[in-house]
């Protein structure tokens, strides 16, 4: 089956700094990417994904990489906020509707003042 | 997010009884998934459902049960069979023609 390995365990930047999170993938057949936030003792959300078929997507401050001869993807946040402090998962998933998600281990993002 | 429920939010329950997590969505989402999630780890996917009165194990549904006999709910039994069930459980549900799966607020289990 799947497996998504994540790294770093634990990232701590200056406020303002870009941090990046990166995701390994085993699967080939893997097509969808999500990225999650996961805020103490909350329900995982969704920031942002991407598909097989893109190499790059971006939302304000967020982007993810994804690199498919690799099978490596990437989380970039740029200009960190206190807010943004959180931990982070990667998940991957041959992708249609109803197929199950294999999650990476997570990143614990700390942003300091 | 909103149209995923789980209760209760907490949840005691001794060692050797059986416990009912409860999950309910509004969303009309064909898909229903469980986790579990350890401190300090990822979410491990416990049972599956892509459609009602059909359901496909997990990565780690051993001591664990569910139905699905409504679109709407999908309940996740812990079985005394579960030897560590101690965990935060989290709902989620997808649309059938899409990836995306929205989470519903977890329940935290805690065997005395």
């Known amino acids: 089956g799947e497996n998504v390995e994540q790294h770093p365990s634990t990232l701590s930047v200056q406020e303002g700094d870009s941090a990046v999170i990166k995701c390994t993938y085993s699967?080939?057949?893997?097509?969808?990417f999500p990225w999650y936030k996961q805020e103490l003792g909350k329900r995982p959300q969704l920031i942002i994904d991407i598909r097989s078929n893109v190499g790059e997507k971006k939302d304000q401050r967020i982007a993810v990489t994804l690199n498919k001869t690799a099978k490596h993807f990437s989380l970039h946040i740029t200009e960190t906020q206190p807010e943004d402090s959180a931990v982070y998962f990667c998940?991957?998933?041959?992708?249609?509707?109803?197929?199950?998600?294999?999650f990476g281990t997570g990143t614990q993002l700390k942003v300091e003042l | 997010d909103g149209g995923i429920t789980q209760s209760p939010k907490y949840l005691f329950r001794k060692e050797g009884q059986n416990v009912t997590l409860s999950c309910e969505q509004n969303?009309?989402?064909?898909?229903m998934y469980w986790y579990r999630q350890d401190p300090g780890q990822g979410l491990r996917l416990i049972y599956y459902?892509?459609?009602?009165?059909?359901?496909q194990k997990g990565d780690i549904a051993e001591g664990y049960s569910v139905s699905r006999e409504k679109k709407e709910s999908f309940p996740l039994t812990v079985t005394s069979a579960q030897k560590n069930p101690t965990a935060f459980y989290l709902c989620?549900?997808?649309?059938?023609?899409?990836?995306?799966?929205?989470f519903g607020p977890g329940t935290r289990l805690t065997v005395l």
């Open positions: 989620a549900s997808s649309p059938h023609s899409r990836d995306t799966q929205y």
């Open positions: 459902s892509q459609i009602v009165n059909d359901f």
């Open positions: 998940a991957a998933s041959i992708g249609g509707g109803g197929n199950k998600l294999t």
């Open positions: 969303l009309n989402h064909d898909a």
């Open positions: 699967d080939s057949a893997s097509n969808y």
